[in-house]
């Protein structure tokens, strides 16, 4: 799934987007997660894009006629633009067509991903967004937060972090970098974590995210920016996906945690 290095990509690279008038929508799925909201989504015709952005791992684009355009990317959706007539390709759900055969095209294999149309001064309401806990690189994620939301947790704290009711924007591959980064432990629980180590992972979070950003994002199975730029940060990965490799002399290892793969390395994990 893109997480939010990903999705800070994403939209950086919408950016020539920006001022580019709709004149054409194609559809062809009507469902994707949720069905496509077709008539909403018409209402963006012939309007400009005013300003694209991230909420946690949604994107968000925003027209002059005050109506938004939210989409989430789901386990294996990407977003291309194409300055051309390419011919749609299989799994090329919607289609926007924009002046000088510019298109951005909403791929999804898997179909887990979503569109919808929001009025833009209504956007913190709605429900994907309102329940989210703070942007995982937001300024106001501090010690005192999220000591507030884990110190009665007896949750490991890998679990905490993916939560994103607690932290938005942080998914399963980021989370164990983070952890081995602040030398945490993906067993430790909420509860046990003082405000220094909070800190330690609030540090690493910043850290891990922004460089993941500078590398563009990680491209393991699916994601590919949507000018069709690989991520280059999975050759930074330091535990993710070594499972059996030595680092500092010591194996990292791999176990699941609800469900998921956790990469780290007990030794320097504590």
């Known amino acids: 799934m893109p997480e939010l290095p990903e999705v800070e990509t994403t939209v950086n690279s919408l950016n020539i ?14 469902k994707l997660r949720y069905p496509v909201p077709l008539n909403p989504l018409k209402q963006i015709l012939n309007s400009n894009i005013i300003n694209l952005r991230r909420i946690a791992k949604y994107v968000i684009i925003d027209f002059d006629n005050l109506n938004s355009i939210l989409i989430h990317l789901g386990m294996s959706g990407r977003l291309k633009i194409l300055k051309n007539r390419t011919l749609i390709k299989k799994h090329d759900h919607l289609v926007f067509k924009f002046s000088n ?9 898997r ?32 010690k005192e937060y999220l000591h ?9 704290i890998k679990q905490l972090l993916l939560n ?20 945490i432990s993906p067993l430790s629980r909420g509860k046990d974590l003082n405000k220094y180590q909070i800190g330690t992972i609030i540090q690493s979070t910043k850290k891990i995210l922004k460089k993941a950003i500078k590398f563009g994002g990680s491209t393991i199975n699916d994601y590919i920016s949507p000018d069709g730029t690989l991520g280059n940060f999975q050759n930074n990965f330091r535990v993710y996906g070594k499972e059996g490799k030595k680092i500092r002399g010591y194996k990292i290892k791999k176990m699941v945690q609800y469900g998921r793969s956790t990469f780290f390395c007990p030794e320097i994990q504590k």
Do not use: C, M
């Open 164 to 183: 994103q009711y607690i932290v938005a924007g942080i998914g399963n591959i980021y989370a164990s970098e983070i952890l081995f980064d602040a030398k």
């Open 111 to 142: 179909k887990f991903g979503f569109i919808d149309v929001i009025r833009s001064d209504k956007i913190n309401n709605i429900r994907y967004i309102k329940r989210l806990g703070l942007d995982a690189l937001d300024k106001r994620l501090s």
């Open 101 to 109: 055969n510019i298109r951005l095209i909403f791929n999804d294999p």
């Open 148 to 156: 507030d939301k884990f110190h009665k947790s007896e949750v490991p």
């Open 17 to 30: 987007l920006k001022n580019k008038k709709v004149i054409k929508l194609d559809v062809h799925t009507k």
